[in-house]
């Protein structure tokens, strides 16, 4: 499965320590992230990412239009919901097209614990069907 990842600057700690703990899960599936996010996350968890540009220099847009041609199963967006960002927009329009197309989205740690040990249990094996 095709597995996003996006982190504000604030969670980009919380998202590398994710994806350590649960590296062994998601070396199974295709990874995807915005630029730094995924360079971090490729530093400390040996995982190979599919790097699109920083976040607020179009990777949001980028990943965005992956989810629009339902190429993507499972977006993991931890967010400050605290400070507003310049990039606001592409924030919502993220969260907007996975509501639009079925995509689950976890923009929480605890969300983002439990869709990974979901697919791990084989319960999003209906995204395969669903494509």
């Excluded at 920083?54 to 629009?68: D, H, N």
């Amino acid at each position: 499965m095709n597995i996003g990842f996006i982190a504000h600057d604030a969670k980009k700690k919380l998202m590398q320590n994710f994806c350590i703990a649960y590296r062994g899960i998601l070396n199974k599936h295709t990874l995807y992230a915005t630029g730094t996010t995924g360079r971090l996350i490729e530093e400390v968890a040996n995982l190979t990412i599919h790097k699109y540009l920083a976040g607020a220099l179009g990777g949001a847009q980028q990943m965005c239009a992956q989810i629009e041609n339902n190429e993507m199963d499972l977006i993991i967006f931890l967010r400050e919901p605290v400070s507003p960002r310049s990039h606001e927009p592409d924030v919502n329009n993220v969260v907007r097209l996975c509501d639009t197309h079925n995509i689950p989205l976890a923009t929480n740690l605890a969300t983002a614990e439990l869709l990974v040990r979901a697919l791990d249990r084989g319960d999003l094996d209906w995204r395969e069907m669903y494509k």
